[in-house]
Nanobody
Framework: QVQLVESGGGLVQAGGSLRLTCESS????????MGWFRQAPGKAREFVAA???????ADYADSVKGRFTISRDAKNAIYLQMNSVKAEDTALYYC??????????????????WGKGTLVTVSS
């Protein structure tokens, strides 16, 4: 089994920066795509960003392009560098992993592994 644990959430002012971390434990995630989703209050969970197993290709939601950067290290941890945050970035951020490359139109109920989330609150 795999456990994904997110950290780094908190309160940040609009225009500021925050870095989220997702660490995995359990069996290897070799070959798995990993990524970030978020759920704002009263809204459906949505895709934010994903990175391939090799880390050489990343995909982003249009709403975060140019502001957020996803990265991955050799220990299968992933990071989300959030810059120029906006009030609308306030959400519970989830880490996810699946053998299928994560993307915005992939059914979320088919994603194999999820973390429990870390809360990001942006004050305006």
């Amino acid at each position: 089994q795999v456990q994904l644990v997110e950290s780094g959430g908190g309160l940040v002012q609009a225009g500021g920066s925050l870095r989220l971390t997702c660490e995995s434990s359990g069996r290897t995630l070799r070959g798995y795509s990993m990524g970030w989703f978020r759920q704002a209050p009263g809204k459906a969970r949505e895709f934010v960003a994903a990175v391939t197993w090799t880390g050489d290709f990343a995909d982003y939601a249009d709403s975060v392009k140019g502001r957020f950067t996803i990265s991955r290290d050799a220990k299968n941890a992933i990071y989300l560098q959030m810059n120029s945050v906006k009030a609308e970035d306030t959400a519970l951020y989830y880490c996810a992993a699946d053998l299928i490359p994560l993307r915005s139109d992939y059914p979320q109920d088919r994603i194999e592994f999820w973390g429990k989330g870390t809360l990001v609150t942006v004050s305006s």
